[in-house]
């Protein structure tokens, strides 16, 4: 019936470290549909990057198991791009490092810089181009190999919020653009609501689920910009705000 | 990159103060030195200072006619820049070499944490006598010595260069599924470029150090051995020249990294 690219079945995390032990991640289980933009929010430290490390490879789950359905691209905070590569050969990085043909990837990546606005700097180094122009060749870069799924880490957080809004724009409509399905962590909570089909709320370290919202406006269709406008917006903020149970004086 | 065209007059103006003030910080520098020549020269000729024991330009311009006519004055500078360049190279060839191993194996790097701290802090002078005992009184016990002095720093400083490439652009390309090699090919050399570089500039130094600390001790041949056997015979007008071409010399080397650096980092500025 529906297609699942994503699951996190009963995933659960302990680090160990020569201070102790941190239990991260509890208990935690969701999936992703295909063509979906689910969020996940919680409180600070909660392992909400644990968990897409996981998703990724990058760290081994003490308990649990990921099943993932097609080809995953990560985008982490900050744009990261190489100061020493050209735009265009930091797009190719990834290519590179799989050992796919490297003329298909350029034109591939050729073909994305034009459509995305960043043919002209196409041969500049990053230190010559603006934050949000950064993070859009860093989402180029991440769509160079072609993922199904895109993870992405607080991948607006390091820009001023005027830019920022502006880039979460651009990003969704791209990600919707090129048929991606999107695992998106943030902390803004009107970020999620605005770009999410659904958003998974984490509890306090250890985490566990505490509940899924399926995000649903009464003027369905429209950019996450505009969502913000809509009736059920700020319904939406409150119920997860509450839900999160921030501290503003403990944390 | 830069714009060309619709040069403003105040662009202009700025540009000329620029190269002014350029043209006139060469031009006091150059008359510096002149007048340091000038100033010696007529000193000695005036007998304000004994130019036995001061020497004086003319005479070793003199000197340096003699070493050229009779040869040796190329066998001298040929033997200690071959073996600065050896010990430069090697010294800084080896200490990549080997901090590019210890950070390939965080095991060895800690094990070997201790020694190296130790062996820096050693002044590699008193292993001269060493050396020569187990080299002998020539050339390889002076490149060794050479390279001793800039090894252990060399390695010290681009294992830590190594170490301190930011740990989210590692990680970037751990998500992408490189191997261990790749991570040291794409990311870790190429952001280390910049301290790569400066240790080569600091090794221009310690290697002329170590070659003429190894000349005075042991050598036959070089301008290191110039100048102790010119202050040996009381010939200070040796010992001068001696001097003056080694400071042309490390100069012309300092000033190839400098350019070998700027063609390197154009993605720096
Ligand atoms: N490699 C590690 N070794 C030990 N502890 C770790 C490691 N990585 C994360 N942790 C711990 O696990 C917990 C969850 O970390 P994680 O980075 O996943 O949180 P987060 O939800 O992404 O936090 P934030 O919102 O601040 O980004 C934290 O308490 C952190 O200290
Ligand atoms: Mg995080």
Redesign the pocket.
Known sequence: MTDIKLAVESVG?K???TEGE?E??SDVSFSVQAGEFVSIV????????????IISNL?QPTTGEIKVNGKVGYML?RDHLFEWRTILKNCLIGPEIQGQDLKAARENVKRLLKTYGLEEFMHHYPGQLSGGMRQRAALIRTLAINPDILLL??AFSALDYQTRLAVVDEVWSILRKENKTALI?T?DIAEAISISDRIVV?SH?P?VVKNIYTIEFTHPGLTPLENREDEKFRYYFNAIWEELDVHVTSE | MSRVNNISPERKAYIKQIKQRKASIHMVQISILILFFVLWETAANLRWIDPFITSQPTRMFKTLKVLHSSGSLYLHIGSTIWETFIGFTVGTMGGILIAILLWWSNFLAKVSEPYLVVLNALPKVALGPIIIVWMGNGMPAIITMALLISIIVTIISMLNAFLNVDEDKIKLLKTLGATKYQILRKVILPASLPNMISALKVNVGLSWVGVIMGEFLVSKAGLGFLIVYGSQVFKLDIVMTSVIILAIAAAIMYVGVSYFEKKILKWQQ
């Open positions: 995390m680090f160990q470290t941190t991260a991640i919680g409180p600070s430290g909660c392992g909400k990057s644990t968990i897409l490390n760290t905070q880490d607080e962590v902390h984490l370290r985490a």
